[in-house]
Each structure stands twice: as structure tokens, then as C-alpha cells.
């Protein structure tokens, strides 16, 4: 079935606005289901999970669905999946637990493409442990994160290697199922970053070979929480702190405290949409995501070509990203111009083209943009032609 844009863009109440939105890779916009799972799930009976009351089962009921839901989004076991108030938290809690098995001598890599959230943790976590921080590079011009640059960082002594599934500013998405093989002969650990990369792809965590595989929901039409998935037994081997009362099974032992029902109600209604974006003969729920991922993929990539095409004929325009292959990312900036001032012209144009580093600090670093950054646009399910018309012509303007 044919991706349609319109009748996509029909479900999100704020592209009423007439804002063009290109900041989807800080957070993408929702779609009326979501907020009213969520009002439906904090209005109907709710009370702490349980299977004996009526409001305890609604809220078992809504904390089974999210863990089937994450499931069939990116191919996972139910029972290995984490829910976290975002993925720098869930970061933050499995580099502290993973390095207690640490110690002087062993060896954690992680990439410079990444968001900061897949750098700092573990480097502060091999810190804390006396172990080593070792750096796979990307490629400064082809801004490719090889396999040979991970392999190059490689050790018996390495004990985990973390990745991005896309870099959020340039948009290289690295061969991860290749990286995975390497990490797994060098009998590491692999932990995916999949922020940037599930809201524009198809995912099967199993293909990929990820240990550790996770992503924000609010980045995927959902609310602002995040979630990591690993297999039961792998989650079984590792000894988080947790208070004594709280239980100690596999996933809850990672999950403190009380769990967000309604924001978990409204992640298993932002997979449901997914679902229905294109579901073309798909059966399962499993089946329509992949078909909607796909239909999605193609859609962003040709306009991709567009926007890309099209900013790339504006005068004095740098674009950063190279990689073969991408997400619908792009980052650039304007010889004479600073990109912090263009975000605020453009904002006064209703068009949302914000520049930053956006935490992927290595990057804007190595790319001789410091800490400033540059802008970045990136498309989402609901971007057209007439988003990147208006990006243009409105940037041209800003630029005259
Ligand atoms: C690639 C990537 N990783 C991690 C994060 C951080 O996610 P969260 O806000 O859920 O901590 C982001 C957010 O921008 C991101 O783009």
C-alpha cells in the first residue's frame, strides 16, 4: 500500500498550527490517539499493578500490552523489555550495573558518531571501575563508522561496545548487524543507541544482534518516556540495586518505582498507529509495522533526495553528512552566517529548523563546528514537499 502523506498528516492536531516542522529528530509531533489513550488510561479504574482488583488489572493489562507492543515494534521478547523515564536514564542504570562486573584491565569502546547519551555513562562508568575507554572513529570525510574502525578498538579485554543506529546530526547509519558480529567475536557486549534510527526504519533487534537495544518514544509519535530491550536470560545474569521489597524478576527489577500506565497506554497507541500507517496485507501486528516502516522509508528517503537537493543549490551552503547511507537527517551551516541566527529567522516563519550540537557533542566537535553546532532538518512521517518548499524559500530569504 502507498504511503499517504495527507491522510497521515490528518491524525496530528498541531500541524494545524501551519508550523513546518523539521525538528523531528528532537521530538516528533502526535497524533490525537496517543493523548487520548493516555486521557483514557488515567480516567478509567487504576490503582498499583495487580491481578485482584478491577484498577489493578487495568493496570497489568496496560503494562502486558507495552511489553507486546515494544515486541512487535522492533522484534524482541516481551519479557526482555524495560520501560525508563528516557534513554539517558536507561543508559545511565546499565552502565552502572554492567561495570560492576568491571575492573581494571578491561576495556569498554564506544563511537564518536553518538549522541552524548552513548558516550558520557560508560566513560564514567569505566571510570568509576579503574577500566579503559577506547574510541571508534567515523571517517571525517566520508563520515562512515566502519566496521574496521570498530574492529581497530577491539580487544580480548573488551567488555562491551556501544553504537548509535544513526547518528542524530549527520545521519550515518553504521552496518550494525556487521559491527555486531565483530563485537560478538571479540566476545563483548553490543549496545545500540536506536533513537535516531527506529522512527525511520523497520527493526528487528534479533537480525541486528544487539544485546541492548532502545529508544525514546517521544522521538516515535509517542509521549516522553524511552524503553530498552534485551533477551530475559542476559537481563537474569545482571545485579542491578534495587530496594528489598521490590521484586526481583526480570524486567521489573530494572523498572523502580511505580510505572507510568497512562504514558505506557499511550506508547502501545503510537505503536498502533504505526501499524495502521500503511499496513498493506499485513496480518499481524508485527507485519503492518514492517510494511509501514518499509512504505515509510521510501517515502522519507525520496523526499530526502528533495530536501537534500534542494539546500544543497542554496549559495554558501556546507552539508555534513555523506554517509551512504542515511536517515532523513541533514545538518549544514551558511559561510558568513551563524546558524543560531538563522534558527531564530526562521522560527518567525513558523518553520521549526532549530541548530545546536543536539548532544552529539563528538561530532559537532570533530566536524570544526564546536559546541555551537550547525542547523539541522530532519523529516518525519508527516514532512511534504511544500515543508521543504517553505524550508527553502524561507532560508533563501534569511540568507539575502
Ligand atoms: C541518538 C539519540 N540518542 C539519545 C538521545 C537521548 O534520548 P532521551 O532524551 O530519551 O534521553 C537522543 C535525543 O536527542 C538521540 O537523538
Known amino acids: 500500500m502507498a504511503y499517504d502523506v495527507n491522510k497521515i498528516r490528518s491524525h496530528f492536531p498541531s500541524l494545524d498550527t501551519g508550523l513546518a516542522f523539521f525538528d523531528g529528530p528532537g521530538g516528533s509531533q502526535v497524533p490525537t490517539v496517543v493523548g487520548e489513550a493516555i486521557a483514557r488510561a488515567i480516567s478509567k479504574p487504576i490503582s498499583n499493578r495487580n491481578v485482584v482488583t478491577e484498577s489493578e488489572k487495568n493496570a497489568e493489562e496496560i503494562v502486558v500490552g507495552f511489553r507486546q507492543a515494544v515486541g512487535d515494534l522492533i522484534d524482541v521478547d516481551p519479557r526482555g523489555v524495560v520501560y525508563g523515564r528516557s534513554w539517558t536514564q536507561l543508559t545511565y ?14 576495556e569498554v569502546v564506544v563511537s564518536r558518531l553518538d549522541h552524548d547519551s552513548n558516550i558520557r555513562p560508560w566513560i564514567q562508568a569505566a571510570e568509576a571501575v579503574g577500566a579503559t575507554v577506547r574510541w571508534a572513529e567515523f571517517d571525517l570525510e566520508t563520515t562512515e563508522l566502519t566496521v574496521a574502525a570498530v574492529e581497530a578498538v577491539l580487544s580480548p579485554k573488551t567488555k562491551l561496545v556501544a553504537v548509535t543506529g544513526a547518528g542524530n546530526t549527520i545521519g550515518t547509519r553504521p ?5 555486531g558480529e565483530a563485537v560478538h567475536k571479540a566476545g563483548a557486549l553490543f549496545f545500540v543507541d536506536g533513537v535516531h534510527l527506529t522512527p525511520h526504519a523497520a527493526i528487528s533487534v534479533k537480525d541486528i544482534g544487539a544485546d541492548f537495544f532502545g529508544f525514546s518514544f517521544y522521538k516515535l509519535m509517542g509521549p516522553h518516556c524511552a524503553v530498552l530491550a534485551a ?18 524478576v526480570v524486567p521489573e527489577r530494572f523498572e523502580f518505582g511505580t510505572l507510568p500506565y497512562e504514558l505506557m497506554a499511550g506508547c502501545i497507541a503510537a505503536i498502533d498507529f504505526i501499524a495502521e ?4 496485507a499485513g496480518k499481524t501486528r508485527r507485519e503492518k509495522i514492517v510494511n509501514s516502516m518499509n512504505a515509510l522509508e521510501k517515502y522519507e528517503d525520496e523526499l530526502m533526495e528533495y530536501l537534500e537537493s534542494s539546500v544543497s543549490a542554496l549559495p554558501g551552503v556546507t552539508l555534513y553528512g555523506r554517509a551512504k547511507h542515511r536517515t532523513p537527517t541533514i545538518y549544514f551551516s551558511f559561510a558568513g552566517h551563524n546558524s543560531a541566527d538563522i534558527y531564530k529567522a526562521m522560527a518567525a516563519k513558523k518553520v521549526n529548523v ?31 514537499r511544500d515543508d521543504v518548499d517553505r524550508l527553502v524559500a524561507g532560508l533563501r530569504e534569511v540568507l539575502n
Request: a neutral charge.
Open 93 to 106: 542504570d546499565f552502565s552502572r550495573t554492567l561495570a560492576k562486573s568491571w575492573g581494571p584491565g578491561d
Open 277 to 280: 500507517m500503511a499496513p498493506g
Open 231 to 248: 533477551s530475559p536470560a542476559l537481563l537474569e545474569t545482571l545485579n542491578n540495586d534495587k530496594l528489598l521489597p521490590a521484586t526481583n
Open 354 to 384: 532549530p541548530a545546536s550540537n543536539f548532544y552529539a557533542l563528538e561530532v559537532s566537535r570533530k566536524l570544526g563546528l564546536g559546541d555551537a553546532g550547525a542547523l539541522r532538518a530532519g523529516l518525519a512521517p508527516y514532512s511534504t
Open 175 to 179: 552496518d550494525l548487524k556487521a559491527i
